[in-house]
C-alpha cells in the first residue's frame, strides 16, 4: 500500500512569512495527525482529525497555526506568520481509525521547514 | 497528563555489543506502549508494540522490548547490535484518550564497526 505522502520535503522562510504544508494518509485512514519534532526532541502532537472533525487541537498554537481536512481525506497544515521556534520538522501520520490506535500508526517522511 | 521519559540521549556501541535503552512512562492504568525507529533520511518506522499479555514483546531486526508494569519501564533490547542499527529511537504510549501517540525525547544510537 502507499505511504503517508507529504509535501514540500523541505521549506525555508523568513519570520513573519506563511507557510502551508500537505498531507495525504494512507488511503482509508481514517484519522489524521500532525506532529510537530523540533531539533533534539520527541515528536509533539499538534492536532488530530478524525475524517473532517477535529478530536483533539489543545496543542496547537491558534494564533498562528492552523489546519484543515475538509474532505476526510488530504489535510493542510498553515503557520502564518512564522517565528524562528517554528523550526521543525512537520510530521503527517495516519491510522486506520480511532479505535485501532493502538496498533501504532505510519508516518510520512515529513517536511523540514527553517525560519530564517 | 502520560508522559514518556527517555533516560539516555546518546548511545555509543561496537558492533555485536548487547543494547538496552531505557523508558519510563507516567501513568498507571491499562498501557499500550511502543518503540519507533528513525533511520538517518527515513521516516519513523514501527519497531515493536505492547498492548497486553506476554510481557515481553519481539519486533523486528531482533529487538525486543520487556513491560514490566511495576516499574512503569518497557526498555529495549537487542543482544547484539549492528551498524546499521544507528538510528534514533522513540519511545511512546498511547495517551489516557486513547486516541493519539505521546512521544519520549528519543534517544540517539551510534554504533561503530
Known amino acids: 500500500e502507499a505511504g503517508v505522502a507529504q509535501s514540500p520535503r523541505y521549506k525555508i522562510i523568513e519570520k513573519r512569512q506563511s507557510v502551508a504544508f500537505w498531507c495525504n494518509p494512507i488511503s482509508g485512514h481514517a484519522t489524521l495527525y500532525w506532529y510537530q519534532q523540533i531539533l533534539g526532541q520527541g515528536p509533539k502532537l499538534l492536532i488530530q482529525f478524525q475524517n473532517n472533525g477535529v478530536v483533539d487541537d489543545s496543542q496547537l498554537p491558534k494564533d498562528r497555526f492552523s489546519a484543515e481536512r475538509l474532505k476526510g481525506v488530504d489535510s493542510t497544515l498553515k503557520i502564518q506568520p512564522a517565528k524562528l521556534e517554528d523550526s521543525a520538522v512537520y510530521l503527517c501520520?495516519?491510522?486506520?481509525?480511532?479505535?485501532?490506535?493502538?496498533?501504532?500508526?505510519?508516518f510520512g517522511s515529513g517536511t523540514r521547514l527553517t525560519v530564517v | 497528563a502520560q508522559s514518556v521519559s527517555q533516560h539516555n540521549h546518546h548511545v555509543i556501541l561496537s558492533e555485536a555489543a548487547s543494547l538496552e535503552l531505557g523508558c519510563n512512562y507516567s501513568?498507571?492504568?491499562?498501557?499500550?506502549l511502543f518503540w519507533y525507529v528513525q533511520y538517518p533520511g527515513q521516516h519513523l518506522q514501527l519497531l515493536l508494540k505492547?498492548?497486553?499479555?506476554?510481557?515481553l514483546v519481539k519486533g523486528i531486526k531482533g529487538f525486543e522490548a520487556e513491560f514490566i508494569k511495576s516499574k512503569f519501564s518497557f526498555n529495549l533490547r537487542k543482544p547484539s547490535v549492528q551498524w546499521s542499527d544507528t538510528a534514533e529511537y522513540f519511545c511512546?504510549?498511547?495517551?489516557?484518550?486513547?486516541?493519539?501517540?505521546?512521544f519520549g525525547k528519543g534517544t540517539t544510537l551510534s554504533v561503530s564497526s
Open positions: 505492547y498492548f497486553s499479555g506476554d510481557p
Open positions: 511512546a504510549v498511547i495517551n489516557q484518550a486513547g486516541t493519539a501517540l505521546i
Open positions: 501513568y498507571g492504568g491499562t498501557v499500550n
Open positions: 501520520a495516519s491510522s486506520l481509525d480511532l479505535d485501532r490506535v493502538n496498533y501504532g500508526y505510519t
